[in-house]
């Protein structure tokens, strides 16, 4: 999808961080923008910001876990602006710690947010764009930890090696049944966002008391989105993988050789290495 200009945007998670910056740049391209984040403030925020900058923009409050939420989302954006054409099922948490020490709950939420998140903003905007009949595009936010296991973040890696996974399906089952949408997966490294702070939209009932190990890779993912690129570069190749209809977006070259070596050395049967997750490259 070459043509923005004109064109409809939504983007969740879009309070702060890449979604912000992915919202910016849509309404920059001459895009309305619909946008959607769990925290009020922030997303108005970023609501008066596109709207001073002479944007069309619809904002709500949503917690993408909740299906009816979503699909109540997607008839409003419908009723606003009449189509969607680039959808970005970008909200994400992240919580830490060793797979036998943390609780299901972890599981629970970051599945719910990470991976059904991404299920029910498919299933309540796709079926409309396809029925446009018009050229439409989806990108899911995965992570280089949806490409590459790593210690100490089971739950994060699990849901988001199943939004990796979701992510090639969709684009598989667009090729194959000749719509006119392309797909492609997010997998950023480490970019200066707010999400080593997700635990601030934990729900009560997901609670869980903080371990040692979990202390110990929040650290680690403080300091790694700290030194982190801007969201702005990440929303700049977004831009560029929807206008190519490149299916894996990578924010960090650095991560390319790793994929590589991490095929090599599956199908020599070995546990593939790790790569350096706090690369700035």
């Not at 948490?93 to 029910?120: C, I, K, S, Y």
């Not at 090639?168 to 049944?177: D, G």
Request: aromatic share 8%; net charge negative; charged share 20%.
């Amino acid at each position: 999808m070459r043509e923005l200009n004109g064109r409809v945007a939504v983007v969740t998670g879009a309070g702060s961080g890449i979604g912000r910056a992915l919202a910016a740049r849509f309404a920059a391209e001459g895009m309305a923008v619909a946008i959607a984040d769990i925290e009020a403030g922030p997303l108005e925020e970023t609501r008066a910001e596109l709207a001073a900058a002479g944007a069309k923009v619809f904002a709500e409050v949503v917690d993408v876990g909740d299906e009816a939420a979503v699909r109540a989302f997607a008839d409003r954006v419908f009723d606003a602006f009449g189509a969607v054409h680039l959808l970005c099922n970008n909200a994400g948490v992240f919580t830490g710690g060793q797979m036998w020490t943390r609780p299901v709950a972890d599981f629970e939420w970051t599945f719910r947010v990470n991976t059904w998140g991404v299920l029910h903003g498919v299933q309540a905007f796709v079926p409309r764009m396809i029925e446009q009949g018009t050229e439409g595009h989806v990108v899911n936010t995965a992570s280089v930890a949806g490409l590459f296991g790593a210690p100490f973040s089971g739950a994060y890696t699990m849901s988001k090696f199943a939004t990796y996974a979701a992510t090639e399906c969709l684009a598989h089952e667009f090729a194959v049944s000749g719509v006119k949408l392309r797909a492609s997966v997010l997998c950023p490294g480490g970019v200066a966002t707010g999400i080593a702070a997700a635990e601030r939209n934990r729900p009560a009932a997901l609670a869980a008391e903080r371990t040692p190990d979990q202390d110990f890779i929040d650290q680690v993912i403080a300091g790694a989105v700290t030194g982190g690129i801007a969201p702005a570069d990440v929303a700049d190749a977004v831009v560029r993988a929807v206008r190519e209809e490149r299916f894996l977006i990578l924010t960090h070259d650095s991560y390319r050789p790793g994929l590589t070596a991490r095929a090599e050395d599956l199908a020599a049967g070995r546990l593939p290495g790790l790569p350096d997750f706090e690369s700035r490259d």
